[in-house]
């Protein structure tokens, strides 16, 4: 019998290997995926105007919260906002088109992430100026996200499909804060198009969340685009400007001519 012995450089070696190796495929991604999105634009290092975070590795791929946070100081606003998670079927996850005149915005949601990706928020500026930045997350095993069954009994998930929550996060109200911040839930399966259902052996139709709007007043805080990147029963997490209004609203439509509205009090002087 042969005695195999693993050195240290041995392994560091082939450590060392498998990081490069991991690192040249998300570039390749990356280099398919910019031209796909952004065409030629360049994009410049985002680091010092963007707060960004997402899991080193998500102990639920169907749920995972991404963060961003950025603020300009010298009379740009900000125009929109890309999260895109490299190695998914859809990558560009969400694009958020943001209201007039913020220099400043937070958002977070929450994602599928179907393997290890790359994951990235772009911001677009008021003269067209791109930023970016990054992080890898690793992928924790088990099934593909995207091609994962939705959770919850069917029956229930149809009565429910439409329904929303907004409230507002933490112990402050909108009339102490200059910037609150609130968190909407809307109740969608966001089916991939890629779940096999076991009984008809066929695959669950797309019928994704589309587009999300919601205004403050007659203000638009934001206009979300979709995609099947979403999780199920989409949560965002935005701040807003206090503008003097009381309502807030939210209109949510689906790849199936799915649309849906509701109204939120937010308080007075909101």
């Known amino acids: 019998m042969r005695n195999y012995r693993i050195t240290a450089a041995g392994l560091i070696g082939a450590v060392a290997l498998g990081l490069s190796t991991v690192a040249a495929h998300a570039e390749a991604t990356w280099n398919w995926l910019k031209p796909e999105v952004f065409g030629e634009r360049a994009i410049l290092d985002g680091s010092e105007i963007i707060e960004f975070s997402a899991p080193d590795?998500?102990?639920?791929?169907?749920?995972?919260?991404?963060?961003?946070?950025?603020?300009?100081?010298?009379g740009r606003t900000i125009k929109t906002v890309y999260f895109i998670v490299d190695e998914n079927p859809s990558p560009v996850a969400a694009?958020?088109?943001?209201?007039?005149?913020?220099?400043?915005?937070?958002?977070?949601?929450?994602?599928?992430?179907?393997?290890?990706?790359?994951?990235?928020?772009?911001?677009?500026?008021?003269?067209?100026?791109?930023?970016?930045?990054?992080?890898?997350?690793?992928f924790a095993g088990g099934q593909a996200s995207c091609s994962a069954p939705p959770q919850g009994d069917p029956e229930e998930i149809a009565a429910n499909m439409g329904k929303m929550s907004l409230e507002h996060i933490g112990a402050k109200t909108a009339m102490t804060e200059l910037r609150p911040k609130m968190n909407l839930t809307l109740s969608h399966p966001n089916h991939t198009g890629m779940v096999l259902d076991q009984i008809t052996l066929l695959y669950v139709p797309l019928k994704m969340v589309s587009n999300v709007e919601v205004r403050q007043g007659k203000d638009l805080v934001f206009s979300m685009t979709g995609s099947i990147t979403l999780s199920q029963d989409p949560t965002i997490n935005f701040d807003y400007r206090v503008n003097g209004a009381t309502e807030m609203t939210v209109i949510a439509r689906d790849s199936d001519g799915g649309e849906w509205t509701r109204s939120f009090p937010i308080g007075q002087g909101s």
């Not at 590795?57 to 010298?74: C, E, F, G, N």
């Not at 220099?103 to 067209?128: C, I, K, P, Q």
């Open 95 to 138: 694009k958020f088109e943001i209201g007039e005149g913020r220099s400043e915005v937070s958002l977070s949601a929450l994602f599928r992430f179907n393997s290890e990706t790359d994951t990235r928020a772009v911001v677009e500026t008021s003269d067209g100026t791109l930023y970016m930045v990054s992080k890898h997350t690793k």
């Open 57 to 74: 590795r998500p102990l639920d791929q169907s749920h995972v919260p991404v963060y961003i946070k950025t603020k300009l100081a010298d």
